[in-house]
């Protein structure tokens, strides 16, 4: 099991730019695909994904303004967001799972949840 734990969340302006980090502890395999989602009321959408070997998806609303990255010497998953936009505005989950999603914007695939980080957009 790998336990995950999310910071850098915060307040900005439109524009502006933010970067989240997800550390993972635990069962290094449980963290070979890693993912970032963002919850608003009680829907939560995929934002990004990387796999163990760096491969990236990205939802169409923030594909170029945002990047996911990983150090894993550092057992830790980024989020780079750039040109924040209000729509932004969520709190921002990092999820892992130890084998492959078959879809990687779906929820059940993973295994391990952080508990959220804050992010606010004003205009």
């Known amino acids: 099991q790998v336990q995950l734990v999310e910071s850098g969340g915060g307040s900005v302006q439109a524009g502006e730019s933010l970067k989240l980090s997800c550390t993972y502890t635990?069962?290094?395999?449980?963290?070979?695909?890693m993912a970032w989602f963002r919850q608003v009321s009680t829907e939560r959408r995929g934002v990004a994904a990387i796999?163990?070997?760096?491969?990236?998806s990205y939802a169409d609303s923030v594909k170029g303004r945002f990047t996911i990255s990983r150090d894993d010497a550092k057992n830790t998953l980024y989020l780079l967001m750039n040109n924040l936009e209000p729509e932004d505005t969520a709190e921002y989950y990092c999820?892992?799972?130890?084998?492959?999603?078959?879809?990687?914007?779906?929820?059940?695939?993973?295994?391990?949840w952080g508990q959220g980080t804050q992010v606010t957009v004003s205009s």
């Open positions: 999820a892992a799972t130890s084998t492959r999603p078959y879809k990687w914007s779906f929820l059940t695939p993973y295994e391990a």
């Open positions: 635990g069962d290094r395999y449980g963290a070979n695909y």
């Open positions: 796999t163990f070997d760096g491969v990236t």
